[in-house]
């Protein structure tokens, strides 16, 4: 293999690596049961875990009511109809409960959750704050108003607060007032596994000897370029191309040892994001 063969291999497999979101394992389906109160306002305990929710009902999600099917993707029905009191004065907050088993934490190496919420909603995690959506910095109660624009997201959380064995899931979801006609709740939670990605997750096509515009299949890496300038041993410029979905993504850098890579102690480069001129998706 030429020198300039060899290293275009090595650029093109250290960049397939750099997929973060590689090794997944699902920790929480979004058609999964949960509790809920459709009641109006609930004890300030309902988010602990010693809280009593025997009365509560259960119910597949996404729960919800107003929208037979997603807003965002209309192959998804709703799997729970919820109540909301009276139709011109409906409860601001509905609250969900779940209860996810994680077995081996010290393989996971950060979350990715999606939570598609109409309209605002807060997520705990063994009853501290995870994260919120469409709620402003303040201090929530059943009153506060959300708006959620993009309705969906998916992004990485760190796994601080979760535990080995039983995890408490607790979600409180807001509407943006009172005559909404519609909410929609629909949480998903992957763990992102620690290690190496197998070299067989990216398709690499070295048949022709392109100096750029190397093209991989990898997941949700649609296409990655090279650029060469000066002395290809010690500097190289790359770009990858992620879908709009993806809002940020990092650079790690590992030394090809087999066909796993060992991500244990990685070079690490933030990039930045930019919507491509001649790829707008
Ligand atoms: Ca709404």
Redesign the pocket.
């Known amino acids: 293999m030429s020198r300039l063969k060899k290293n275009l291999f090595m650029a093109v497999f250290l960049l397939s690596s750099i997929f973060t979101f590689g090794e997944t394992k699902e920790l929480l389906g979004r058609n999964e049961e949960w509790k809920y109160s459709d009641i109006g306002i609930v004890s300030e305990s309902w988010r602990q875990n010693n809280f009593n929710d025997s009365t509560w009902k259960i119910g597949k999600s996404p729960l919800g009511y107003?929208d037979e099917v997603s807003e965002t993707d209309p192959s998804i029905p709703i799997g729970t109809a919820i109540s909301f009191g009276k139709d011109d004065d409906k409860y601001i907050t509905s609250y969900f409960r779940k209860e996810i088993e994680v077995k081996n934490l010290n393989d996971i190496k950060e979350l990715e959750v999606f939570l598609h919420v109409?309209?605002g909603a807060v997520i705990y995690i063994n009853g501290v704050e995870a994260f919120r959506k469409g709620m402003n910095d303040e201090i929530v109660s059943y009153n506060s108003v959300g708006k959620f624009k993009a309705k969906e997201e998916t992004f990485i959380i760190s796994k601080t607060l979760l535990k080995e064995g039983k995890n408490l899931i607790c979600s409180e979801v807001h509407?943006?007032g009172p005559t909404?006609?519609?909410?929609?709740f629909e949480l998903g939670i992957k763990a992102v596994l620690n290690g190496g990605i197998k070299s067989d997750t990216a398709k690499i096509d070295l048949k022709e000897e392109k100096k750029s515009d190397t093209i991989i299949t990898a997941k949700k890496i649609s296409k990655i370029t090279v650029t060469f300038t000066g002395d290809t041993k010690t500097t190289k410029g790359f770009a990858w191309y992620t879908s709009l979905d993806s809002k940020k993504s990092d650079l790690q850098i590992v030394e090809k040892k087999s066909n796993i890579a060992d991500f244990s102690n990685p070079i690490k480069f933030k990039g930045t994001t930019t919507i491509p001129t001649n790829s707008k998706k």
């Open positions: 107003g109409d309209d509407q943006d909404s006609s519609d909410l929609w």
